[in-house]
């Protein structure tokens, strides 16, 4: 049971308890996924009263250091360590091979000088350059309702909203949505940046089981009731970080439980192009309850920051006015081209060239990571890596970094409590070339065959 040693009283008693128990799980101390005290404990031990201790154990949820789960008690965070931002943007980056953030393929982007001549020839630059509908240009939003057929949507133009790109649009759905304190289930295992989202804005992410799958429909109904659950956020093409696909039958299983518990679905499609076969999205089930949103940032064109957003009635208004009170729009001209590589046939074009491009790095890593269980298929941007029983995640990425190359343990992705497993993400677009690529994987591959203590430089 924890008993902090030492409280520094000069400071409000309930930021002197957080900051004792921030000092001992930087220590090391308290573990992660350590149980800690009930409220009333931690306030009986100490000697406050429990209002004190429930606020201390806010701030320290606050910092990322703890979770509670409702009937289960408070535990020391599983990421902790980790930063959920994909970037470090408080210092200079060292000169890593980076197999950590996932970009787009840009060598494969040829066409963009292109589509701007030919909306230049069309007259229409000057409309572009001015303020328009915060939902978006009309002609932009049926090329938008053109890329959601792909995915069983049959929309019209007046269902789509225009955001500047995944992360607006995640935005605007929990500003408009959701209020500070609201409870929203996810894979245990989850999108970064969806981590850091919502840190900002006060929401709390339940943690729910999934398998081979996708998530858990039998643990999400249970964790409705139990935490209250208002919505849930699912990345029903490809999961990231873990590559699983979300099958049909499993869709049909959460849109049940969705319709039963009222929830609001945001369904986050943003890898969905890398599928061999488009599947079926979550709002093809359930339309009024849905969000689906198409991030095109790692398809073509990440710079423009466009992604098309259908949402039903209810949601749809207070998302527009979301769009209008966070950016007033997103950049018409942008969106612009963006809808003349979609109607033009030149998104097409382009993401078949990248899969091709994909496909190539993924047997790069198959190569190199032989006789290792990693998860992907052949057009995936990154893939899944289950370590040796010798190393956890968290050393397995700083060894690495030591090494000279980045990527991303599942630290960085776990959510609550629960002990992240023994793997990694390594991205396959993140470099410039294939032999870059080669070249960190070469790393990697050796880094896997040594003992944590017997590290040396893998470059």
């Known amino acids: 049971m924890w008993k902090p040693k030492i409280i520094n009283t000069d400071n409000f008693l309930y930021l002197a308890v957080a900051d004792a128990l921030e000092n001992d799980i930087r220590k090391g101390v308290l573990k992660p996924g350590e149980k800690l005290p009930a409220h009333r404990e931690l306030a009986d031990i100490i000697g406050i009263n429990v209002s004190t201790a429930t606020r201390a154990y806010q701030e320290a949820e606050r910092r990322g250091l703890i979770t509670g789960t409702t009937g289960r008690g408070t535990y020391v965070s599983s990421a902790f360590r980790t930063d959920p931002n994909i970037l470090d943007i408080d210092t200079n980056t060292p000169a890593y091979i980076d197999l950590g953030p996932v970009y787009p393929l840009y060598s494969q982007e040829t066409e963009l000088f292109e589509l701007m001549e030919k909306l230049n020839r069309k007259g229409q630059l000057n409309e572009f350059a001015k303020y328009s509908n915060p939902q978006g240009h009309p002609q932009h939003r049926e090329a938008g309702a053109k890329w959601m057929m792909s995915y069983g949507i049959n929309a019209s133009p007046e269902d789509i909203i225009i955001c500047a790109g995944t992360q607006h649009a995640l935005t605007c759905c929990f500003v408009s949505l959701f209020q500070p304190g609201d409870s929203i289930g996810v894979d245990k295992l989850t999108y970064s940046g969806l ?12 943690p729910i089981d999934f398998d081979g799958e996708g998530m858990n429909p039998e643990n999400l109904d249970s964790a409705c009731h139990r935490e209250q659950l208002k919505g849930i956020y699912i990345m029903s093409g490809t999961q990231n970080p873990t590559t699983i696909t979300m099958t049909w039958g499993r869709k049909k299983e959460l849109a049940e439980v969705a319709l039963r518990n009222h929830l609001i679905v945001i ?4 890898y969905g192009f890398t599928l061999e076969s488009k599947l079926l999205s979550m709002y093809s089930l359930i339309p009024e309850q849905c969000i689906h949103i198409e991030g095109l940032s790692k398809a073509f064109f990440a710079g423009l920051r466009i992604a098309f957003v259908v949402a039903a009635k209810p949601f749809k208004n207070r998302m527009i006015k979301a769009v209008l009170n966070t950016i007033w729009m997103a950049p018409t001209l942008n969106s612009a081209i963006v ?4 109607m033009g046939g030149y998104a097409e074009k382009i993401v078949a060239s990248k899969l091709v491009e994909a496909k190539k790095r993924y047997e790069i890593a198959q190569k190199h990571l032989e006789g290792y269980t990693f998860h992907g298929f052949p057009n995936t941007y990154f893939i899944w890596l289950e370590l040796p029983d010798h190393w956890n995640a968290y050393e397995f990425e700083m060894y690495a970094r030591k090494g000279g190359i980045n990527l991303f343990s599942a630290e960085k992705f776990i959510v609550g409590s629960t ?14 070339s294939r032999e870059t690529l080669e070249e960190g994987l070469k790393g990697v591959a050796a880094l896997l065959k040594e003992e944590p203590f017997e590290f040396h430089s893998v470059l």
């Open 195 to 206: 981590k850091a989202l919502v840190k900002e804005l006060k929401i709390k992410l339940v």
């Open 267 to 270: 369904e986050d499609n943003t």
């Open 339 to 342: 809808a003349e590589a979609i």
């Open 419 to 432: 002990l992240p497993p023994k793997a990694v993400r390594i991205s396959l677009s993140g470099v410039d």
